[in-house]
């Protein structure tokens, strides 16, 4: 009796002594995702937050065909960590449970092409890029100094004037995408239907009905009332608690 009773305080121990994310990820091995839920939420609430867990979560969601929640975390994931390949396919697969089929206007013009280039990369890629090409400038600077040839220092001159350019439009690009995405305040409908109308008032009639699941975009806040704009450029007044803001 007395080895039963140590053998389940050393692994009552154990299990003490296991984190929060290898307990969540054991749980979420064995399809009990409601626990796994529960320790990777615990660690959020400790005010911690890593793209690894957002995206565990999202996926203990999905499993649980919880759209709303699914599609935000995975979401949350994508913004720490956009460059992950996995996190935007198993978003991919979260937005298809949602019921709104949304189309997406292309936006046209010079501010369309300068967002489709600089959003090649995220902003801080673009930093990295800058300091790769500032050290492939010194280097040119170092061969433009030690030439011997009149015909070397002009190539190596011409490539530093090249690099520079370079740097230029890195750190440009850097800049305009951050900003962007600073200036976009993106939220998931969390509501199983939510109505948005056309002014922020309750006896408002509804415009149109967005379910859970759907992405917008806040434009203004007023009182308990959010302005969203839709992908194909729909706006509306939608309560704020019917969703839940991507950003913090």
Not at 38 to 48: L, T
């Amino acid at each position: 009796m007395k080895n039963i009773f140590y053998l389940l305080f050393l692994f009552a121990q154990l299990s003490w002594a296991q984190s929060p994310f290898e307990l969540g990820n054991q749980y979420y091995s064995k399809g009990k995702y409601d626990l796994a839920i529960q320790n990777y939420e615990s660690i959020i609430a400790s005010g911690k937050e890593s793209a690894e867990v957002y995206f565990n979560l999202g996926n203990c969601y999905y499993k649980l065909h919880k759209v709303g929640p699914a599609v935000y975390n995975l979401e949350k994931a994508l913004l720490l960590n956009p460059n992950d390949d996995e996190i935007k396919t198993n978003l991919d697969f979260a937005r298809k449970m949602a019921i709104d089929d949304i189309k997406i206007i292309p936006k046209v013009g010079f501010h369309k092409l300068i967002q489709d280039f600089t959003s090649t990369y995220y902003y801080d890629t673009w930093a990295w890029i800058a300091v790769a090409l500032a050290l492939v400038f010194f280097l040119f600077f170092l061969g433009y100094y030690f030439s011997g040839t009149t015909l070397k220092k002009r190539i190596f001159f011409t490539g530093m004037f090249v690099i520079l350019l370079g740097i230029t439009l890195s750190v440009s690009a850097g800049i305009f995408e951050r900003n962007r995405l600073e200036n976009e305040k993106p939220a998931i409908v969390f509501a199983e239907t939510a109505p948005v109308k056309s002014e922020p008032k309750t006896a408002s009639p509804d415009s149109f009905i967005l379910h859970e699941g759907t992405k917008v975009y806040i434009l203004e806040s007023i009182a308990n009332w959010k302005k969203i704009e839709l992908t194909d450029e729909t706006t509306g007044w939608i309560e704020s608690s019917a969703i839940k803001e991507i950003k913090n």
